[in-house]
């Protein structure tokens, strides 16, 4: 007997519905009958999360606090604008600022106007704000649902 309408499911079930056959003279309609109770419970906590979600409400203002608290976030994003500009040491030269450290904005405005960089590539610097910068998060975000 080929277990062929069970490949996409766990292979657990496959793996029970074969030595249950070899052991008894068994259906398999007690196999079968777990994939409703599965999907049951599947349902049945998929409902209730999504309830549950519905009374989830972000508090925005200490979301800002947080982010404003932490300025190293930033960082990937200064350099990445670095390394465009041609800046061979940009993660050494924030390495020294972030690693094991909070990084406020007056460091981190204080580091901007420290490194030998033009006046273009400062400006980019000084517009990333921890509540601004989202990397490629837009990006990623879309490829996971078109893809979902």
Known sequence: MTLDFLSPLD??????????RLQRDLSDSTVRRTFGTALGHTLLAWNNLTRGLKRVAPDEEIIKTDLYAHWEVVSEGAQTIL???GKPDAYESLKQKTRGRVLTKADYKSWCNSIDIDDRTRARLKKLSPETYIGLAIELTDRGVVRG
Do not use: Q, T
Not at 11 to 20: D, I, K, L, T, V
């Open 11 to 20: 292979g657990r079930y496959a793996e029970a519905m074969a030595p249950s």
């Open 83 to 85: 390394r465009a500009a």
